[in-house]
C-alpha cells in the first residue's frame, strides 16, 4: 500500500507539496478550515480542520494510522507548525520535538532560546496589555512591536518614540492568539529570507533571497529577488548566524525557515520558523532560479527519508514582485493578459477579483497579487517581473466611502501612511497648476460624449519628472494607465478651460494622481462620468 502523509493546509503554498506528495506516489491527505481553499481539489483525501485545533488533528491522524497507515505529516508556508509537530511526537512520526516547534513558532520563546545561546538577535520585552503613558523601554527608540505568534507581518510596525507604543502594542495584541505583544530593539540594515532543510542535524541552503520592504511604519514586502546580490563573504556570514540559530531552536529533521538583517553589529536573526517559506520562495523562486524543489525533499524528511536531489542544476535569478491598491471596491482588473505574456513571467497570483474590498497594505496578506520572473540574468528577471506587475491596473468602483476617504484629505508627502503615490519633485508644487473648468463640477456632470472631448491642464515639471509610482511607473505611464481604464484620450489643453466648451481637468486631478497615482486619476473621472463599468 501506498504511504500517506497528511498535509495541513490547503492553500496555495501548500500547493506544491500535495502535487509532489501525488507524484511520488505518497497518498496526500489534507486538513485546512476552509473547505473552498485554492487546493482541496489536489488532495486524495480532505478533511475540513481548523488548522488551530491540534488535539482535533491529532484525533484525525489516530484514525488513518489505525486504518492503512500514517507515514509523515508536514505543512509548509503556514504558521502551524507547533501542530505539525505535535501531531508527530503523539504518533511517532519523523519530525522535531512539540517544545522546539513551540521554540521557532512563539517569538518570546524564540527570543529566550537565541540569548541562552549566544545567538546575535535583538533585545525584546514581552507586554500582555497596553502600557500606560510613561511607559519606558528597557533599550532606546526606536523598536518594533508585533504579536508574539502570528506570520505574515500582522500586528508589526516600527514605533520612533513613547507616543506611538500604545497604539502599536493595541494593535499586535489584536493579531495575538496568546494575547502577548513583544518590543524589540529595532535592527537596522538591509534583510534577507533563507530556507534550508535540515535532516539528522545536517543542514541544505535552499536559497538565500534579497528582501524589498517598503512604507514604514510598516514591513511590507514588495518582492523579493533570488538569489542575494550580497559579496559571497557576507552571505556566508550572514548564513552562518542563521544556522547557529536553527541549532539554538533544536530543528535536527525537518525544514528551518528565516528573516536575517545585515545590520551596522554585524548579522541577526530576525526569526526562524521551523516550516519551508510562506512568500512563494520555497515553492516557486528557488526552484525557479536553480532547479530544485526544496518541497521534495521536504516530503521526504517528514516521511523518514533522506533528501536527495538538492544541488542546484542551474544559476538563474528568479524575481517576485507585488501589486498593491489605495482602498476601495474593485470594479475591474485590466492587463492580466498583457502581465502574463511578459518574457520570463512564470506565474501571476490574484488575492483579488472584481467586487473585492482592497486597502492600502498594512501587513504581507493585504496585496493584491504577486508576478514571478525568472531569466539567465539579474536584470532580465527583474525588468520582467517590475514591468508585468506595472501591467496589472486595478480599477476601482466610483463613489466609494473609502476610496474617497483616502483621497478627501490631499497629498500628504512620502512619509506620511499611507504614504502618496508619488512624490513631487523638489521646488515643485500643486499650487502652481492651473484650476481646471471640471475641477468643480458635482459627481455625475459629465456624459460618455464629453469623456471623449475631456483634455488635462498641462503640468510639465512633474509630468516631465523622474518620478515614480509605488511599483515605479513613470508619470507619463500613469496617465497613459488613466486613459486606458476611462477610454478616453485625455490630451493636454493650452489652457484651463476650452474655448469649444469641452471640459479641461485642472490642480484636482492632478493632486488624485500625485496622491493616488493611475487608480486616483481614473476615480476622479469616473466620479464625474458618473456610470460605466467602475461603477
Not at 532606546?140 to 502570528?150: I, M
Not at 506611538?164 to 496568546?178: G, I
Not at 519551508?276 to 523562486?285: Q, R
Request: aromatic residues 8%; charged residues 25%.
Amino acid at each position: 500500500m501506498n504511504k500517506r502523509i497528511l498535509i495541513l493546509g490547503a492553500g496555495v503554498m501548500q500547493g506544491p507539496a500535495i502535487r509532489f506528495a501525488k507524484e511520488r506516489g505518497l497518498t496526500a491527505v489534507v486538513v485546512d478550515g476552509d473547505p473552498t481553499a485554492a487546493c482541496v481539489g489536489l488532495a486524495d483525501r480532505f478533511e475540513r480542520i481548523d488548522l488551530k485545533d491540534k488535539d482535533a488533528i491529532e484525533t484525525f491522524a489516530r484514525s488513518l494510522k489505525s486504518d492503512g497507515g500514517l507515514d509523515g505529516v508536514m505543512t509548509a508556508g503556514t504558521d502551524f507548525s507547533a501542530t505539525v509537530a505535535w501531531v508527530a511526537e503523539r504518533l511517532g512520526l519523523p519530525g522535531i520535538p512539540y517544545e522546539t516547534a513551540l521554540d521557532a513558532s512563539d517569538k518570546e520563546r524564540m527570543r529566550a532560546r537565541f540569548r541562552a545561546e549566544g545567538v546575535p538577535s535583538p533585545e525584546f520585552l514581552i507586554l500582555r496589555e497596553t502600557p500606560a503613558a510613561g511607559f519606558e523601554l528597557p533599550f532606546a527608540f526606536p523598536a518594533v512591536v508585533k504579536p508574539v505568534d502570528n506570520m505574515g507581518s500582522r500586528g508589526c510596525r516600527r514605533v520612533d518614540g513613547p507616543s506611538e507604543l500604545s497604539e502599536a502594542v493595541a494593535d499586535a495584541l489584536r493579531y495575538s492568539r496568546s494575547g502577548r505583544a513583544i518590543v524589540e530593539e529595532y535592527m537596522d540594515g538591509p534583510e534577507f529570507s533563507v530556507d534550508s532543510l535540515v535532516h539528522d542535524g545536517k543542514m541544505t541552503i535552499c536559497g538565500l533571497a534579497d528582501r524589498h520592504i517598503f512604507f514604514p511604519p510598516y514591513f511590507i514586502e514588495m518582492g523579493h529577488t533570488m538569489p542575494t546580490a550580497l559579496p559571497p563573504e557576507k552571505a556566508a556570514e550572514l548564513l552562518a548566524v542563521f544556522e547557529r540559530g536553527a541549532r539554538a531552536l533544536g530543528i535536527r529533521n525537518g525544514a528551518a525557515k528565516g528573516d536575517v538583517k545585515l545590520t551596522s553589529k554585524g548579522p541577526m536573526i530576525g526569526e526562524i520558523a521551523a516550516r519551508l517559506s510562506g512568500g512563494y520562495m520555497s515553492g516557486w523562486t528557488y526552484p525557479y532560479a536553480s532547479g530544485v524543489e526544496p518541497t521534495k525533499g521536504a516530503l521526504s524528511i517528514a516521511v523518514g527519508e533522506a533528501p536527495t536531489g538538492l544541488e542546484p542544476i542551474r544559476a538563474w535569478t528568479c524575481a517576485e514582485r507585488a501589486f498593491i491598491s489605495i482602498p476601495g471596491v474593485v470594479a475591474e482588473i485590466v492587463g492580466a493578459d498583457e502581465a502574463s505574456r511578459v518574457p520570463g513571467v512564470k506565474d501571476v497570483f490574484y488575492r483579488i477579483a472584481a467586487g473585492s474590498e482592497v486597502s492600502f497594505p498594512v501587513n504581507n496578506v493585504t496585496k493584491c497579487g504577486n508576478v514571478i520572473a525568472s531569466a539567465p540574468s539579474r536584470g532580465e528577471a527583474i525588468d520582467s517581473a517590475e514591468s508585468a506587475a506595472r501591467s496589472i491596473l486595478v480599477r476601482l468602483r466610483a463613489g466609494v466611502a473609502a476610496t474617497d476617504a483616502f483621497l478627501a484629505g490631499g497629498t500628504r508627502g512620502a512619509s506620511s501612511f499611507p504614504p502618496d503615490s508619488f512624490e513631487l519633485p523638489e521646488g515643485v508644487s500643486l499650487e502652481a497648476v492651473e484650476e481646471g473648468d471640471a475641477d468643480s463640477l458635482p459627481p455625475g456632470s459629465l456624459s460618455s460624449s464629453d469623456l471623449a472631448r475631456l483634455s488635462i491642464v498641462s503640468f510639465p515639471a512633474f509630468a516631465g519628472s523622474s518620478a515614480r509610482d509605488y511599483v515605479g511607473r513613470s508619470v507619463g505611464e500613469t496617465l497613459d494607465a488613466v486613459r486606458r481604464l476611462v477610454g478616453a484620450p485625455l490630451p493636454f489643453a493650452a489652457g484651463s478651460s476650452s474655448a469649444s466648451g469641452s471640459p479641461v481637468l485642472g490642480r484636482r486631478f492632478w493632486a488624485s494622481l500625485v496622491r493616488g497615482g493611475y487608480q486616483a486619476g481614473a476615480y476622479a473621472i469616473d466620479l464625474l462620468v458618473g456610470s460605466g463599468s467602475a461603477r
